[in-house]
Nanobody
Framework: QVQLVESGGGLVQAGDSLRLSCAASGPTFTSYPIGWFRQAPGKGREFVATISWNGGITRYGDSVKGRFTISRDNANNTAYLQMNSLKPEDTAVYYC???????????????????WGQGTQVTVSS
């Protein structure tokens, strides 16, 4: 069992930055990719970013490219999402997820992730 706990959300103004953390426990953290997704009120879950098990490959959703950066610290079993130049449309609950199903690539589909955190709220005011 993989347990994931997100932190770092909050209320910020447009243009500000936030860094989300995803602390993992359970089977070897270095054996699976980590993804970040978000869900705004009344909308479906949206892919934000993913990082391979060793951090060598990253992928981003079109709406966050150039503003968000995903990273991981395998020594501390933690993944991060650095969010810069935040916009009101970034307001959502952000979830981190682990894929023990597809470990050799960087999946972008939420169905390819089998463990999820509880989410952390990010609110960006205009």
């Amino acid at each position: 069992q993989v347990q994931l706990v997100e932190s770092g959300g909050g209320l910020v103004q447009a243009g500000d930055s936030l860094r989300l953390s995803c602390a993992a426990s359970g089977p070897t953290f270095t054996s699976y990719p980590i993804g970040w997704f978000r869900q705004a009120p009344g909308k479906g879950r949206e892919f934000v970013a993913t990082i391979s098990w060793n951090g060598g490959i990253t992928r981003y959703g079109d709406s966050v490219k150039g503003r968000f950066t995903i990273s991981r610290d395998n020594a501390n079993n933690t993944a991060y999402l650095q969010m810069n130049s935040l916009k009101p449309e970034d307001t959502a609950v952000y979830y981190c997820a682990a894929s023990t199903i597809i470990t050799t690539t960087t999946p972008t589909n939420e169905d390819e992730y089998d463990y999820w955190g509880q989410g952390t709220q990010v609110t960006v005011s205009s």
